[in-house]
């Protein structure tokens, strides 16, 4: 095989770093794509990434005598070069020919910058592929026109959606071993337009490739004339990709740390989640609630007086109040909503199944509550988006859940805010991620996912399963011990009074009267002790 060095294109340009001057519009902002690759196993997203940077010269000399190298020890494309081992960087990976992590790739063109996300396939691993559409602004959804549609493709489109990638590109790769036919092409493209028109992607465009020898890449492909659109590179450096205003009424801003060097200065930390901020605007922390004015803003490089979303900044203050990490200060005119429970969307990671009542540690921004999960409302339906009813969420599941925290929290719906309305949920003994979820709008028509409609039937089962707990779970243990304790205190009081008074229907009264009083009697306690506590037992008190 001849030494990819010597084969490499004329006229392409010298690679350039994401950050490199070169591109420059005239404001000095370089355009900047995040996109990642996902779809099935096997449908060639890493080897459409390694002939991207081939074709767009973002490939060095050296690096391009060691994928020579590469390719003949673990390439499986014969003697031709194997463009996937310029993403594939694991001994595993590269072993059986799979992506297993996320490997980010940072390349520009003369238009634009780019970083692309390649994503694994395999359904063991889509952990990993939603780590990466987390912060993506595009998807490139991979499609083997041999095999059409698959599971995986489905679900990865679904997961886009939900992380909020409203711009998709489908490639429909491997054409060349399809003899370039253009109705394999219009039948998936079909296909896959139907499949999700009820998934909310402001656009989708369906392009026909040959990752491996470059067709429609970089330039139209003569062997596909019949396509009369863009190559996927210019589609990608032409595609709009709406921005939120830096200027929305009103500011968030997550601490992060409180800045505290000596006893003259007291600062706030965070990176700015929506809306400008400026020197003198009146806030709230939240949620305690105590308001005060924006006395300084200190940036990287000094004082300003305004800062905008995305921007990293120290906040101080005109007044002394309680501020640390994990609370929100936001402009006083546009406070935000604090809350104990919230509906949301769950896309299940954890090796076991999620139930009902599974209480785990909930990270959203750099706050941090235990949560409980009270109710699991349906799972979606992978092949047609449906909602379905269920009784848990295995891996890879999704679905909408119902969740209540152990103290307050501020959460906006996720389509308003991906900063306040995402979030991770920890299992508290492994300190595993078992869960990215999704606060849930209100439902607003033609918006949210109907709820399924399981039957009245179905409905008596949850309330009967929130009463007393699943079997074999430690809810339900406890729920029998409290009615067998029941049961025999009270069998115990009508023996004593039958013994005393020799009358069953006195002894029959006692007892039906203990257990109507009893529970109302230790209900009514149990208020009073939480309306008037003893100091004593107060944190710190006596310290």
């Known amino acids: 095989?001849?030494?990819?060095?010597?084969?490499?294109?004329?006229?392409?340009?010298?690679?350039?770093?994401?950050?490199?001057?070169?591109?420059?519009?005239?404001?000095?902002?370089?355009?900047?794509?995040?996109?990642?690759?996902?779809?099935?196993?096997?449908?060639?997203?890493?080897?459409?990434?390694?002939?991207?940077?081939?074709?767009?010269?973002?490939?060095?000399?050296?690096?391009?005598?060691?994928?020579?190298?590469?390719?003949?020890?673990?390439?499986?494309?014969?003697?031709?070069?194997?463009?996937?081992l310029l993403v594939d960087g694991l001994s595993a990976e590269r072993e059986q020919g799979i992506t297993i992590d996320v490997a980010y790739r940072y390349f520009a063109t003369d238009n634009r910058?780019?970083?692309?996300?390649?994503?694994?396939?395999?359904?063991?691993?889509?952990?990993?592929?939603?780590?990466?559409?987390?912060?993506?602004?595009?998807?490139?959804?991979?499609?083997?026109?041999?095999?059409?549609?698959?599971?995986?493709?489905?679900?990865?489109?679904f997961i886009v959606s939900l992380v909020g990638v409203r711009h998709v590109v489908v490639a429909i790769n491997k054409m060349d071993l399809v003899g370039y036919d253009e109705?394999?092409?219009?039948?998936?493209?079909?296909?896959?337009?139907?499949?999700?028109?009820?998934?909310?992607?402001?656009?989708?465009?369906?392009?026909?490739?040959?990752?491996?020898?470059?067709?429609?890449?970089?330039?139209?492909?003569?062997?596909?004339?019949?396509?009369?659109?863009?190559?996927?590179?210019?589609?990608?450096?032409?595609?709009?990709?709406?921005?939120?205003?830096?200027?929305?009424?009103?500011?968030?801003?997550?601490?992060?740390?409180?800045?505290?060097?000596?006893?003259?200065?007291?600062?706030?930390?965070?990176?700015?989640?929506?809306?400008?901020?400026?020197?003198?605007?009146?806030?709230?922390?939240?949620?305690?609630?105590?308001?005060?004015?924006?006395?300084?803003?200190?940036?990287?490089?000094?004082?300003?007086?305004?800062?905008?979303?995305?921007?990293?900044?120290?906040?101080?203050?005109?007044?002394?109040?309680?501020v640390s990490r994990g609370d929100i200060i936001v402009a006083a005119a546009e406070p935000l909503p604090v809350r104990r429970d919230f509906k949301a969307r769950l896309l299940w990671t954890g090796e076991r199944a999620m139930l009902e009542g599974g209480q785990f540690a909930l990270k959203l921004g750099t706050q941090a509550v235990n949560a409980t999960i009270e109710t699991l409302h349906h799972s979606i339906d992978i092949e047609g988006f449906r909602p379905v009813p269920a009784q848990s969420l295995r891996m890879n599941g999704i679905g909408l859940v119902s969740l209540r925290f152990d103290r307050p929290l501020v959460a906006l719906p996720y389509d308003d805010s991906r900063e306040l309305g995402g979030f991770i949920l920890v299992d508290r003994i492994s300190n595993e991620t078992v869960a990215f979820g999704f606060v849930a709008a209100e439902a607003r028509p033609g918006r949210d996912l109907p709820e399924a409609d399981d039957g009245a039937l179905a409905r008596a089962r949850r309330g009967a399963i929130r009463l007393v707990g699943r079997r074999g779970t430690p809810e339900r243990r406890l729920w029998w011990s409290a009615v067998s304790w029941r049961v025999l205190s009270t069998a115990g009081l009508f023996a004593a009074a039958f013994a005393l008074t020799g009358r069953v229907d006195l002894s029959g009264a006692l007892a039906l009267g203990d257990i109507a009083l009893r529970p109302s009697l230790r209900a009514l306690h149990a208020h009073l002790w939480r309306k008037h506590p003893s100091a004593a037992l107060k944190d710190g008190a006596g310290i």
């Open 183 to 322: 109705a394999v092409f219009d039948r998936i493209a079909a296909e896959y337009r139907e499949a999700v028109k009820g998934l909310g992607f402001s656009s989708i465009q369906i392009i026909p490739v040959s990752a491996r020898d470059g067709e429609n890449v970089m330039r139209p492909s003569a062997a596909m004339a019949w396509h009369d659109g863009p190559a996927l590179l210019p589609l990608l450096e032409a595609v709009v990709v709406a921005q939120a205003s830096r200027d929305e009424a009103g500011f968030v801003l997550p601490v992060q740390w409180v800045n505290r060097p000596d006893l003259d200065f007291r600062g706030y930390a965070g990176t700015l989640a929506r809306g400008r901020a400026r020197v003198g605007d009146a806030v709230t922390a939240l949620p305690s609630g105590r308001g005060s004015t924006v006395a300084r803003l200190i940036t990287a490089s000094g004082d300003a007086s305004n800062a905008a979303a995305g921007q990293a900044v120290t906040l101080t203050l005109d007044d002394d109040i309680d």
């Open 1 to 84: 095989m001849a030494v990819l060095a010597e084969k490499k294109r004329p006229g392409t340009a010298a690679p350039q770093p994401a950050n490199d001057s070169a591109g420059f519009t005239e404001t000095g902002q370089h355009s900047l794509l995040r996109f990642i690759t996902c779809g099935s196993v096997d449908d060639g997203k890493s080897t459409l990434i390694g002939r991207m940077l081939y074709e767009a010269g973002a490939v060095f000399e050296d690096q391009l005598s060691a994928l020579d190298s590469d390719s003949r020890k673990f390439g499986t494309q014969g003697a031709a070069p194997d463009f996937a």
């Open 113 to 157: 910058s780019f970083i692309v996300a390649d994503t694994p396939g395999h359904e063991q691993y889509t952990r990993n592929m939603a780590t990466g559409a987390s912060t993506a602004d595009l998807a490139i959804i991979l499609i083997d026109a041999r095999k059409g549609l698959l599971p995986q493709t489905r679900r990865h489109s």
